[in-house]
């Protein structure tokens, strides 16, 4: 059973004067920069509404965790989380802040693109480096010890050779807003460290997704959220990206990572099994090429409410079992490291 092909359309620039490229793309635009399609003051009101962020999943047998480095044009912030597999209910989460003005999101992110972020009062810095035409990124982070969370810290080489197929996507969301978003997983090299505990990143195994999100969100949305990946025996990376969002133009974030490819999937569902914070998840698509449970092993959340903005996050991790069925037949999935996002916003 198979899903609708890929289109393998490649576009240079994401938006000019007048013009936003919509679909699924072959790789990432060149420059993704959404606010280029308008002029004038229209121009800085889609650039102050357009959020942006970039960050990882890393999947590593031993460790469960997760970071973010967000734009949010009123305020920029990063948020990271480590624990052991062992200790999942344990934690190590930090989190900084900073003004935005301070932080940049290259519109050309692959090429060169450097995304640095500090807090020194919290003693916080993560730095993204990419360089596509060198065969692979880096990330680095070095965060102190606080009253809550252990230091952390981890460098890691991501390389382009064997990663995932590329996930690509731009689609209109509904009251005018717009998405662009680029995911793929990249196997890694390096270590990363939690306390005084090692866990070093081998790329025949272990993987980072990256997240990349160019967005003008709806005032008020909700999404549930989910994405895994391993590398199988021949050297594959079998994953998906998974999301069922209440508001979605034609084009879906959801795919399949087999075969080198990220085909397309739609009508994602997730069901919580029970009421338990900590219930396993079924997750299935319209078309049946997914059947799988996702069990959590810990979860994470903020909730903030403010006059005019809230947020209602939760992410769990844990791992994923079932089956995937691909354009070239069934692929089972067994106790795969991943993460599930809920989230309800109005910003």
């Not at 060169?112 to 993560?126: I, N, T």
């Not at 382009?160 to 590329?166: E, I």
């Not at 698509?285 to 005019?308: C, H, I, W, Y």
Request: include cysteine; hydrophobic fraction near 40%; proline fraction near 6%.
């Amino acid at each position: 059973m198979s899903g609708p092909s890929h289109p393998e359309r490649t576009v240079d620039v994401l938006a000019s004067r007048g013009r936003r490229e919509w679909g699924r793309f072959a790789d990432r635009p060149r420059v993704a920069r959404p606010a280029d399609e308008f002029a004038g003051p229209r121009r800085a009101f889609q650039d102050w509404r357009t959020k942006e962020w970039a960050g990882f999943t890393l999947m590593h047998p031993e460790v469960y965790g997760s970071m973010i480095v967000q734009q949010a044009k009123y305020l920029a912030s990063s948020e990271l989380y480590l624990c052991d597999a062992e200790t999942p209910d344990a934690p190590q989460e930090h989190s900084g802040s900073t003004s935005p003005g301070r932080l940049r999101l290259p519109a050309d992110l692959l090429h060169g693109g450097e995304v640095r972020f500090a807090d020194p009062e919290r003693g916080y810095r993560l730095e993204y480096g990419f360089d596509e035409a060198a065969g692979h990124h880096t990330v680095f982070f070095e965060i102190a010890e606080s009253e809550r969370a252990a230091a952390v810290s981890g460098e890691l080489v991501l390389r382009t050779a064997g990663a995932s197929g590329q996930l690509a996507v731009s689609t209109p969301l509904a009251r005018g807003a717009a998405m662009f978003t680029y995911k793929r997983a990249f196997p890694a090299a390096g270590a990363v460290r939690i306390g005084e505990r090692e866990h070093a990143f081998d790329p025949a195994r272990d993987l980072a997704i990256l997240d990349e999100h160019r967005t003008h969100l709806p005032y008020r949305t909700s999404w549930i959220w989910g994405t895994f990946a391993s590398i199988a025996s021949g050297g594959a990376v079998v994953g998906a990206n998974l999301c069922e969002r209440d508001q979605i133009g034609p084009d879906d974030e959801s795919c399949l990572w087999l075969d080198g490819a990220a085909e397309p999937l739609g009508g994602v569902v997730f069901t919580a099994t029970s009421n338990d914070p900590l219930a396993p998840w079924a997750v299935a698509s319209a078309d049946g090429r997914v059947e799988l449970m996702f069990t959590p092993a810990g979860r994470k959340g903020v909730d903030q409410n403010f006059v005019l903005a809230a947020i209602d996050y939760t992410q769990l991790y844990g791992t994923y079992a079932g089956l995937l069925r691909g354009a070239n037949g069934p692929v089972p999935v067994e106790g795969v490291h991943g993460v599930v996002e809920l989230m309800r916003m109005r910003a």
